[in-house]
């Protein structure tokens, strides 16, 4: 099992890299970025703050941020004041922001259907689940791993520290920052 499922981590990473690829040039189509699209996707649907943009991408702030600016700099978004909080503005599409995403998203929807040939819309619908299923238990396996990484670190206090991150699984050793 444990086997099995080394090899599709290699195939869904393989998988990502084609599809940044495929992203990438349905994208770079329109004039604009991988990055660039996902930010405007996410907040095509509501204004949000960069930071919360940047959870729900997976990736750091400072580079959503950076991305955003630009966006804004390009007249394809705009910052506008958050009634929620008076220091973290929300990211917002401009209407030349949303004419850029839906050329880009007509073009993914074409690419898409040529793409998913010969696939059973059954089959795509169970791999999705599968994966949606399997990135669940990631995180909660790396929840898990963070949870007892901060108990054993917690509970060995500086002068000890060392000793017990040795009893660590092999997995959380890895993450630790050199």
Do not use: C
């Not at 499922?5 to 869904?12: E, F, I, K, R, T």
């Not at 189509?29 to 959870?55: D, H, K, Y």
């Not at 059973?120 to 396996?141: F, G, I, K, Y």
């Amino acid at each position: 099992m444990a086997e099995e499922l080394a090899l599709l981590v290699a195939d869904v990473f393989e998988a990502a890299g084609a599809l940044r690829r495929a992203g990438e040039a349905l994208a770079g189509a329109e004039g604009q970025t991988q990055a660039r699209w996902q930010l405007m996707s996410v907040v095509s649907e509501e204004s949000l703050p960069v930071a919360r943009a940047a959870r729900r991408l997976g990736v750091a702030r400072q580079g959503v941020q950076r991305i955003a600016n630009e966006l804004v700099r390009d007249g394809l978004a705009e910052f506008r004041d958050n009634p929620d909080h008076r220091t973290s503005s929300l990211l917002a599409l401009t209407p030349s922001g949303r004419r850029a995403l839906e050329a880009i998203t007509a073009r993914a929807e074409a690419a898409h259907r040529v793409m998913g040939e010969g696939i059973a819309q059954a089959d795509l619908a169970t791999l999705r689940a599968l994966l949606r299923r399997l990135t669940e238990q990631t995180d909660q396996w790396a929840e898990a791993e963070a949870e007892a990484e901060a108990e054993a670190d917690a509970g060995t206090g500086a002068e000890a520290g060392g000793a017990k991150r040795g009893t660590r699984s092999r997995a959380a050793a890895d993450r630790q920052p050199e």
